[in-house]
Nanobody
Framework: QVQLVESGGGLVQPGDSLRLACAASGRTFTNYAAAWFRQVPGKEREFVAA????????DYANSVKGRFTISKDVAKNTVYLQMNSLKPEDTAVYYC??????????????WGQGTQVTVSS
């Protein structure tokens, strides 16, 4: 059973940076791709970023390109989401996910519990 645990959320001001982390059980991120999604109340969960199992491929939603960076530390079995130039519209619960690269951006197999990010002045 794959377990994903997010951390690093919080309250920041517009323009600030924040780094989220997702720690996985076992060798999850060696064997599977990872992704970040986000959701605000009343809206569907949306894809944010993904990284392949090798780290050689990444994908981003247009809304975060140039501001967010996904990376991984295989030794720590942890995936990160570096978020820069944060905007109020980035406010959401951010979820870590894992699964095969072909489906991780749409229907990943495993989900974390989520971490709240609030961008407000």
């Amino acid at each position: 059973q794959v377990q994903l645990v997010e951390s690093g959320g919080g309250l920041v001001q517009p323009g600030d940076s924040l780094r989220l982390a997702c720690a996985a059980s076992g060798r999850t991120f060696t064997n599977y791709a990872a992704a970040w999604f986000r959701q605000v109340p009343g809206k569907e969960r949306e894809f944010v970023a993904a990284i392949s199992s090798t780290g050689g491929n990444t994908d981003y939603a247009n809304s975060v390109k140039g501001r967010f960076t996904i990376s991984k530390d295989v030794a720590k079995n942890t995936v990160y989401l570096q978020m820069n130039s944060l905007k109020p519209e980035d406010t959401a619960v951010y979820y870590c996910a894992a699964g095969p690269w072909t489906i991780v951006t749409t229907t990943p197999d495993w989900w974390g519990q989520g971490t709240q990010v609030t961008v407000s002045s």
